[in-house]
């Protein structure tokens, strides 16, 4: 391939870099049963730590006699809180600023909670031995629901008796934990006062779970003669989690190696620190042997991590033609047992202050409460930034409420209520400036896309039908347009256990003209390798398949929070670009010095650097880095590499529209998906093709939590849907096929105007199922019904209507 | 407790070891063989993540006691790679049409897959939806998994058009 016969464009597309469905490097291993997954990791001499959990959602622990279970061959320790306390660590730290049992300290506040670990010479003779482990509990009064705690004399949390000053200032009650308020409370009650029309419904999004497809674990091996402990661990963040090992343990910092292999899907899940990876190093450095913790899936469901459980009490104010001119909303948020949330911790509610949504909302007030129940402690961020979901579904159905009330075409009041493109950057209400947008453009797109009238008239046609007795099915059109808040966050006011949320990039660039990066992100199924392969590629010419990408090594990677809340293409995937214009910087140094021009009379053209108005003259990126290290350049260090670490000025502001055709029957309550179209606008696009792959993934979790997906509790606390049996995951066959659309608006502060993407299906994706189940009835008289919409509860819709006479 | 003689054929070749009763097939081929492509997703047979093809039928392993399947001839994704050592049709036609994402389904997936072209060879579009619900994926929705099987029967049949 001679280089100067190409055209610009061919040397770009040679290149493989932004823009480009280059296909995935990760593939080559994961499709030959060659990734390296935590519970791939086998060391010499390697024990396996199982738990005894709680049977019981809330309880005093009597006794916990261990006795026959260190009789069992085989079994070389078994621990309890009272071992664990000599080193403090039968409590650890939350991501929320609350603090959290490893295990159990005298009582329980959660079936599944963590009592006692076993530690044996393999799976089954700590599953066995665990069996074994005689714990007397003593049952206490349970308390499930968050409004009837905020109101009980049980004391959930005797630990915090008499404390009235929480993480996040005053609490109210015993089982209260925070109220954070955003927003002009007296103002937006004024304008709800003398409001033409108010519409107020209570919004409920349950409690679910990320369920990745593998569950969370570690192994952790202390070796005595260095000190160095080296943790493995499915962690979304895992220099973080180094930090926090180092801070609790009190090991030093560059005595901890920690290793993210491969990771089977995180969502969120992967985000906080678990009592198996602290048992797990507690084991190790007992035993002085490698511990290997790997929970079983009912253990995942009950024990790591739920997300959302927030009832949301909204008002919306709006003239008689639709005008919306404020917006009330007050959370009740049920944290479980401990205050695990995964948020900033200026955020004790997560970004849930972007529930202004999409649209030009005056003025606003959000309040939300946090309660302590007698439920698995969790509330992460599960395909979302924090809490980002949570305020889309609270506005998308808000938005539609009040389109009852005021009797108009949901469509027609979303778009005289969005921002319009020409007021971005646009101050929300609530606090935020989003930073680019052009809602009008893509709701138009998307309408018209699906003939949007055309549906209209034919679910009219379809109600008279219904009517007339000649159909038993309805047809729900759902609409969702959301703004999404990612890519946290700018330092000065994000910060995850004061560790600022910046990201970062290493790029070296070998003597021959191929480099290797390294971030301080971690991909759970994303593509990394792939498309910041590409960045680099466009940004520093030099083909993406001759770029490696490490992550998750913190021995090696450069520090950085991690993969969660969209923000590795944000925050990451900028200091990528950053890095490599560090490296672009120097290589026109050297490109001037080699052409014997001065630095300002080159320029930059696809993969080279060329003399201005004499482009036959010119040093190729290949050229230029294998003079990097050959050449004694006067001025300059010999190498080429670089290092950013990007402090984001704002957030990104992903949106998108979306809408769902749905049918449903009314006298067996089953739903079939006959269209949906995801319209996304995550800025620039850098592997449409994994884009696309992403959109399909965020709508199918968003279809699963939206029709059926819940963690559901009876009132004794036990979990009843702790089995992939009763937790709704969809199959290939109850699944639809997606039409996917973009428009492309870039970020006007991120250097490749890159918003993300992973996240905005799921963010629109529910909202605009419900919405499609809700739309189905609307002319029947439905104005609100809670999530999910299993078949059971859309035929419990359909017989409170009447339907069934 | 005591163990017993195992003998299995995988992926082409004779292995034999010791297991107890109670050994559950993915373990031993995870733990004892160090074939780690079938995964643990859920002990339950409702993921997949686990499924290998035992005597040309898709199995989960999660749920099948060594013991069960003495002698048997058990293929993982691991034996779905040519000779060469290049990806076969299936796994390049996943690659190909972005049918994985994390990993973690894609070794069941694509064992199940295998199994389905051969009970199969011109599956439909809903003929492989319903073959595959057995095999779950947290983060492809689908789409692309059944686009690349597809991709694959083509592919197949006309490699054996070729050759005949």
Redesign the interface.
């Known amino acids: 391939m001679n280089d100067q016969t190409l055209t610009p464009e061919e040397r770009a597309a040679n290149l493989k870099g932004m823009g480009s469905s280059r296909k995935r490097v990760e593939d080559v291993r994961f499709t030959q049963g060659k990734g390296n997954y935590v519970d791939d990791i086998k060391l010499d001499g390697m024990l396996f730590g199982d738990f005894v959990r709680s049977p019981y959602a809330h309880a005093r622990v009597v006794s916990v006699n261990k006795e026959a279970a260190l009789a069992l061959p085989g079994v070389i320790a078994v621990l309890t809180a009272e071992d664990l306390s000599p080193l403090g660590l039968h409590w650890m730290p939350t991501l929320a600023g609350d603090k959290q049992m490893v295990l159990a300290d005298g009582k329980v506040l959660f079936q599944g909670q963590e009592v006692a670990f076993v530690v044996a010479e393999d799976r089954y003779i700590a599953a066995d031995a665990a069996e074994l482990v005689e714990v007397e509990y003593e049952e206490l009064p349970v308390l499930t629901d968050p409004f009837e705690a905020l109101k009980s004399d049980v004391v959930l949390r005797e630990d915090l008796e008499g404390q009235t000053e929480g993480a996040h200032g005053p609490r109210k009650h015993h089982n209260h934990i925070f109220t954070w308020e955003q927003g002009d409370k007296d103002a937006t009650e004024a304008i709800l006062a003398e409001a033409d029309v108010v519409a107020e419904e209570m919004v409920y999004y349950h409690r679910t779970h990320p369920c990745p497809l593998e569950t969370c674990g570690s192994v952790a091996s202390m070796d005595k003669v260095t000190g160095k402990l080296t943790l493995y661990g499915t962690f979304q963040a895992p220099h973080a989690i180094r930090t926090v090992v180092s801070l609790i343990s009190g090991i030093a910092e560059h005595n901890i190696r920690v290793i993210s292999p491969d990771i089977g899907g995180g969502f969120g899940n992967k985000v906080g620190a678990y009592a198996g990876y602290v048992c797990s190093v507690v084991a190790s450095i007992v035993t002085g042997k490698p511990v290997k913790w790997v929970e079983d899936r009912m253990e995942n469901l009950m024990s790591t991590a739920f997300a959302r459980d927030y009832w949301m009490q909204g008002k919306i104010a709006a003239t008689t033609d639709g005008k919306i001119t404020g917006l009330w909303c007050h959370t009740t948020a049920d944290h479980g047992g401990f205050d695990a949330c995964a948020d900033p911790t200026k955020f004790p509610a997560g970004f849930m202050n972007i529930c202004t949504g999409s649209y030009d909302i005056p003025t606003a007030y959000l309040a939300v409460d946090g309660v302590y129940t007698n439920k698995a402690p969790g509330g992460v961020a599960y395909r979302c930034s924090f809490r980002v979901t949570e305020a889309a579904y609270f506005i998308e159905r808000m938005i539609e409420v009040l389109a009852i009330k005021l009797n108009m075409d949901a469509a027609e009041l979303r778009r005289i209520n969005f921002i319009k493109a020409d007021q971005f950057p646009y101050q929300s209400a609530l606090g935020w400036e989003y930073d680019s947008g052009d809602y009008h453009t893509a709701w138009d797109k998307a309408l018209k896309a699906v003939d949007y009238e055309g549906l209209r008239a034919e679910q009219a046609q379809r109600v008279e039908e219904f009517k007339a007795g000649k159909t038993r099915k309805l047809l729900g059109i759902g609409l969702t347009h959301f703004t999404e808040i990612v890519g946290a966050g700018p330092v000065k006011n994000c910060d995850i256990l004061g560790l600022g949320m910046f990201d970062s990039c290493e790029i070296r660039i070998h003597p021959t003209g191929s480099a290797i990066a390294r971030l301080g992100t971690i991909s759970q199924g994303q593509g990394h390798a792939t498309t910041f392969a590409q960045i680099i590629a466009s940004e520093i010419g030099l083909p993406a398949d001759d770029i490696t990408l490490e992550e998750g090594d913190t021995d090696t990677a450069p520090y950085g929070l991690g993969t969660y809340g969209s923000r590795s293409t944000p925050v990451a995937g900028a200091a990528t670009a950053m890095a490599a214009r560090k490296i672009r910087a120097k290589a026109q140094m050297i490109a001037a010095y080699l052409l014997e021009v001065h630095d300002d009379d080159v320029e930059w053209d696809v993969d080279r650097f060329s003399v201005k108005g004499a482009p036959e003259r010119f040093k190729t990126m290949k050229e230029i880095a294998f003079a990097a290290y050959n050449q004694a350049i006067p001025g300059l260090e010999p190498g080429l590499e670089a290092v950013s670490y990007y402090d984001p000025p704002n957030m990104t502001y992903p949106f998108g529209a979306y809408i769902c055709v749905m049918e449903i029957d009314v006298d067996t309550g089953e739903w079939d998906v006959r269209k949906f179209y995801a319209l996304d606008d995550c800025g620039t696009r850098i592997n449409p093709m994994i884009i696309d792959g992403q959109v399909h993934g965020g709508v199918t979790e968003a279809l699963a939590i939206a029709m059926g997906q819940e963690i559901a509790y009876d009132e004794m606390g036990n979990v009843k849907t702790g089995t992939l049996m009763d937790f709704f995951l969809p199959t290939a066959w109850e699944t639809p096929n997606y039409i996917t659309d973009y428009t492309v608006t870039p970020s006007p502060h991120h250097p490749i105007g890159a918003k993300g993407v992973g996240e905005s299906p799921n963010v629109g994706g529910v909202p605009c199922f419900s919405n499609a189940v809700h739309d189905a009835f609307r002319p029947f008289g439905l104005v609100q019904s809670h999530m999910p919409h299993d078949h059971w509860r859309i035929w419990k819709i359909a017989n409170g209507l009447g339907m069934h006479e | 407790m005591s163990k017993m003689h195992v003998k299995l054929t995988v992926n082409g070749k004779e292995v034999e070891g010791l297991a ?1 009763p ?2 559950l097939l993915i ?1 031993f081929l ?2 004892d063989l ?11 047979s ?2 997949g ?1 686990c499924t290998v093809d035992i005597d040309g039928k898709s199995v989960k392993s999660c749920t099948t006691f060594v013991a069960q399947v003495n002698g048997a001839d058990i293929t ?3 034996g ?2 040519n000779d060469d050592g290049s ?1 076969g049709v ?3 036609m ?3 049409h ?1 049918g ?8 069941g997936m ?1 064992t199940r897959a295998h199994r389905l072209l051969q009970e199969n060879p011109n599956p439909t579009e809903e003929e ?3 073959g ?15 686009k690349a099987i597809s991709a694959s029967a083509d592919m197949l049949n006309a490699q054996k058009e070729a050759a005949e």
């Not at chain 2, 160090?34 to 339950?44: D, M, N, R, Y």
């Not at chain 2, 994985?100 to 070794?107: E, K, V």
């Not at chain 2, 595959?132 to 492809?140: F, H, I, V």
């Open positions: 107890e109670r050994t373990h995870r733990e160090k074939i780690t492509g079938p995964h643990i997703g859920c002990e339950t409702h993921c993540a993982t994704v691991e779905l790679t990806l299936l796994q390049e996943f690659r190909e972005h994985l994402q994390c990993g973690f389904c894609t070794p694509i492989i939806r319903f595959m619900a057995g095999n779950l994926c947290r983060c492809t929705g689908y789409q692309n998994i059944v």
